[in-house]
């Protein structure tokens, strides 16, 4: 069986000073504590090097915020799959919310992304989720299976062969930031329902760990956890503060 996953999404936040800070202060609770889950920390681009350096023979994985949806080649300012795999990453979010409707990527941007990765051996984490509107308006899980629906379907190929490197994580963008997380009801009902959808497209994709992400903090953690297919936990603007990211890695 798969570990249970802890992944801190710091964003575009901190300086290179408190990047290394914080990966250290981590790294020494990791080493204190042995924790039989997956940890990953997902810094800015620019720290990614300094930070593998860090962390290199630990437990804790290391996870890009990003990835070019071309090989290399004349793309300026991108950065490849295979240079984050030159880099140490283990791990790379796409379909972030903050990508979809700030940067405005699509469906064929992520499609894009997702076989760069899995070409480079770098294990993607799929984020998805509705929007405020769309569950005010009683849409969630049409709006899910929308958006699994094109993600399969157009991965279909590279997914089948590999489906050991896709990560789903749900997070509703309404929770995002906002202190804000769906009710324990809510929750059993949609990962019930996202894990029956992946199944539904194929038996390979039985064992896809799904994550929820969205205004996790030390105090609802374990809760979400004891949540039934909870894998994981993708977590924002708690995980840039040391004791927040390390007591969540421990109540679990
Ligand atoms: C995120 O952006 O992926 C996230 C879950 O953020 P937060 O934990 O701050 O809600």
């Known amino acids: 069986m798969s570990k249970k996953i802890i992944a801190g999404n710091w964003k575009q936040n901190g300086t290179l000073k408190s990047s290394i800070s914080l ?63 030159d880099s140490g990453v283990d791990y790379c979010l796409v379909g972030h919310s903050e990508r979809r409707h700030i940067i405005k990527e699509d469906e064929s941007d992520f499609s894009s992304k997702v076989s760069r990765l899995i070409d480079n051996d770098i294990k993607v984490i799929y984020c998805f989720g509705e929007t405020l509107n769309d569950y ?33 994580a749900y997070e509703p963008v309404w929770a995002i930031g906002t202190g804000l997380i769906p009710s324990p009801e809510e929750l059993v009902s949609t990962f019930k329902y996202i894990k029956n959808t992946v199944n539904k497209f194929d038996k390979k994709y039985a064992s896809i760990q799904i994550l929820y992400g969205g205004s996790v903090t030390p105090d609802n953690a374990s809760s979400l956890m004891d949540t039934e297919h909870i894998d994981g936990l993708l977590i924002g603007g708690a995980s840039l503060i040391a004791k927040k990211f390390i007591d969540i890695c421990s109540t679990i």
């Open 23 to 85: 990966t250290k202060k981590v790294l020494q609770a990791v080493k204190k504590k042995k924790y039989t889950h997956e940890i990953i920390i997902i810094p800015p681009s620019i720290f990614l090097l300094p930070i593998k350096d860090l962390i290199h023979k630990s437990q804790i994985k290391l996870g890009a915020q990003n990835v070019s949806a071309f090989n290399d080649g004349a793309y300026t300012g991108e950065i490849s799959g295979s240079m984050l795999k």
């Open 136 to 168: 005010k308006n009683k849409k969630t899980k049409l709006i899910i299976k929308r958006q699994l629906k094109k993600l399969f379907f157009n991965n279909k190929n590279s997914l089948k062969k590999h489906p050991s490197k896709l990560i789903l």
